[in-house]
């Protein structure tokens, strides 16, 4: 504070500043961008530990004998499945017997009844109805105060989830036959994916929204301390793939991975990230490039905020959770099945049993280069905070370019010029005292009002500006309420939901880039001409601080939704300015187009079908037009419904953030500037 209260020193940094601002921007960028795809390095990142000793995870032998039950158990839904006739009965969950199975092994089963109805009148607001299937393992040395949870999602069709179903049966069964449980055993068996999962735990929590009706939960246990999800649809895997992802980029606690990792590598059942093993020499250049796409790949799930499983739907009730997706390998030497699973699961849930308190200990806020390596939020967030202090460097310099902190460094001086002669004349004599003392008085007030006028003149400059930022505002608004109205017209004009959503918003895209043609920009005066640089100056510089605001608050949540809007924003709004050379207009309104948020989506659709699309033939230009549109009306469509049914943040970050700031800059190229 010494060194900015001083005005000398003060100057110095702002000269400093103001003459190296665009050097030290490009070298903090750069740096925090390498500086963060380094710590894929087995280098910079750590080696993943305990820090919960209670879990003692492998510690105990495992016992489950239950594999070949679990296989008929698996066989026998799989034939009620295909004995049903109408496609109607196909896909709904058989409740009826599942409520027997659970009930056989003397578990508290029971039916959970829902409703719920999608936003937007979309299908006009009818209810859709639901149900759910859940069975309570009392814990015979407990008051049933805590509970963990087994859970499973129902589906038949092509990613069937038939198999764990069938696992789950086998653990109830054997886990019912040990008494030394010290928590409640929940299984439960959802439907319509993601919806069924949300009211199930928002009846559980009692908390509701407009569009689930959760209905009663007719039995209940104790505090949910942690959960696993199983999808896993055939009885012979060769590799367990563990999700972490949750809703908002959420990620469960570190303690709870390694237990899984741990666990599946006891069991000879190899852990993956994102259907990725281990690389053999992480030291090497091929191993840090193989850790670095595994860190990239996670980062590109975790972005969206779309969680990976039904597992990422219980963080924001401060429940950790996995979801554990089996894959079977074709020509892979080593088979393994539900016996294997059963035993890696049965340690788990040994593990849970042996907490005494919810997790805490570990990190909550990391990245995974590997199953068995992480980078920790003490990490990752100092080159992050390279590429914001782009930001408000440029911010500074812009502030400082616009003279307003020249003025008052004036002010200042001739203050303490005047100060001056006042001291010489009070020791002239009595009588010149008297009148010195007369102008200490009325130079004093003079300085008290200095500031407030200084004060008043910089609000009234800002205030000007307000227009723009309503009118950026203006169009977050549309952006965000508009899905309502947007559907809607699109059914009328015989269009589905998802095609009226994308065309909405790409069309108020356009609006945003068409706006400011339709401003009368240019005056002849030169005094307006000096007076639009200013402006154009302080525009960007407070758009350059809510950018930064934005990101920082984000990273906070969603490290990779920021790192990559931050990489991609950052070096377009640092050197967008006015210009009188149509070329260089043309050139940054085609960067603001590619950074615009239809623009990133339609980026991020496409790289998504060339990093992750099955198709071998050649890649075709037309295909991929069409393919980046299909993803980005899936990928918008998603993030929309989610954020009125689950509280998904992206669709609303995009609207009431993105938009409106990417609206801002869009105006920056516009103005006019001086010959």
């Not at 068995?372 to 967030?381: E, W």
Request: net charge neutral; hydrophobic share 45%; aromatic share 10%.
């Amino acid at each position: 504070m010494g060194l900015l209260s001083n005005p000398k020193t003060r100057n110095k940094i702002a000269n400093l500043i103001a003459k190296y601002n665009n050097r030290l921007c490009v070298l903090c960028y750069l740096v925090g961008v390498v500086w963060f795809l380094a710590l894929a390095h087995v280098q910079l990142n750590a080696r993943t530990y305990f820090s919960e000793n209670a879990l003692l995870p492998g510690l105990v032998d495992p016992d489950f004998q239950h594999g070949h039950g679990s296989g008929e158990y698996f066989q026998e839904l799989k034939s009620i499945m295909k004995d049903r006739k109408s496609e109607d009965e196909e896909f709904q969950i058989p409740s009826e017997w599942l409520v027997q199975k659970f009930a056989e092994l003397r578990l508290d089963a029971y039916a959970h009844n829902y409703s719920f109805k999608y936003p937007y009148n979309i299908l006009q607001g009818q209810s859709v109805r639901g149900q759910n299937v859940y069975a309570i393992l009392r814990a015979p040395r407990a008051a049933g105060t805590e509970a963990v949870v087994l859970s499973a999602p129902f589906r038949a069709d092509h990613d069937s989830t038939l198999a764990g179903i069938g696992l789950m049966l086998g653990l109830a069964k054997a886990f019912n036959r040990h008494t030394y449980w010290a928590k409640d055993i929940i299984f439960l068996v959802t439907d319509n994916q993601e919806i069924g999962m949300q009211a199930w735990l928002s009846a559980y929590h009692h908390s509701y929204n407009d569009f689930i009706s959760a209905g009663h939960l007719p039995g209940r246990s104790g505090a949910i301390q942690a959960a696993i999800n199983l999808e896993i649809g055939t009885d012979v895997v060769n590799r367990m793939d563990v999700r972490i992802e949750g809703l908002n980029g959420q990620l469960p606690n570190l303690d709870l991975v390694n237990t899984v990792m741990r666990l599946c590598r006891r069991e000879s059942i190899t852990p993956t990230l994102h259907k990725r093993t281990d690389y053999w020499n992480l030291d090497s250049m091929d191993g840090f490039q193989y850790s670095l796409k595994t860190m990239l790949m996670m980062m590109w799930r975790q972005a969206p905020g779309i969680p990976s499983g039904n597992h990422g739907l219980f963080h924001r009730y401060n429940v950790e959770a996995v979801t554990l997706h089996g894959t079977k390998l074709k020509n892979a030497k080593q088979n393994l099945g539900f016996s294997e699973m059963g035993r890696v699961l049965e340690g788990v849930f040994r593990s849970l049993n042996n907490l005494l308190e919810r997790f805490h200990q570990s990190f909550f806020f990391y990245l995974l280069p590997s199953t068995d390596r992480y980078v920790s939020i003490g990490l990752y967030m100092p080159p992050f905070g390279l590429l914001v202090l782009s930001i408000a460097i440029k911010a500074i310099a812009l502030w400082l370019s616009a003279g307003i902190f020249a003025k008052a460094e004036e002010e200042e001086q001739e203050e303490g010029l005047a100060e001056g002669s006042v001291d010489a004349s009070i020791t002239s004599d009595d009588q010149e005292q008297k009148k010195s003392a007369a102008q200490i008085g009325a130079s004093t007030a003079d300085q008290s009002e200095a500031p407030a006028k200084q004060d008043s003149q910089t609000f009234l400059m800002l205030l000007c500006y307000l227009p723009y930022f309503l009118t950026s505002c203006f169009f977050g608004l549309v952006a965000y309420y508009g899905p309502q109205f947007i559907i809607s017209t699109a059914v009328r004009m015989q269009l589905s939901p998802e095609s009226g959503l994308v065309i909405g918003f790409f069309a108020i895209n356009v609006a945003v880039i068409l706006y400011p043609l339709l401003q009368h920009w240019r005056t002849s005066k030169k005094a307006a001409l000096i007076q639009a640089r200013v402006d154009a100056r302080i525009l960007k510089c407070v758009g350059l601080l809510a950018v930064g605001i934005v990101l920082s608050t984000t990273a906070v949540i969603n490290i990779s939704l920021a790192f990559f809007v931050a990489a991609c924003w950052v070096p377009v709004l640092l050197f967008i300015r006015p210009s009188s050379s149509r070329v260089c207009q043309l050139i940054q309104l085609l960067c603001l187009i590619v950074i615009s948020p239809f623009g990133l989506m339609f980026a991020a659709a496409i790289i998504n079908h060339l990093a992750f699309g099955k198709s071998s033939s050649p890649i075709d230009p037309i295909e991929l037009i069409v393919r980046g549109w299909e993803g980005v009306q899936a990928g918008l469509f998603t993030v929309a419904i989610q954020s009125q049914m689950i509280d998904n943040l992206t669709f609303g970050l995009i609207s009431v953030a993105l938009l409106p700031l990417w609206t801002l800059f869009r105006l920056v190229p516009m103005c006019d500037i001086p010959n």
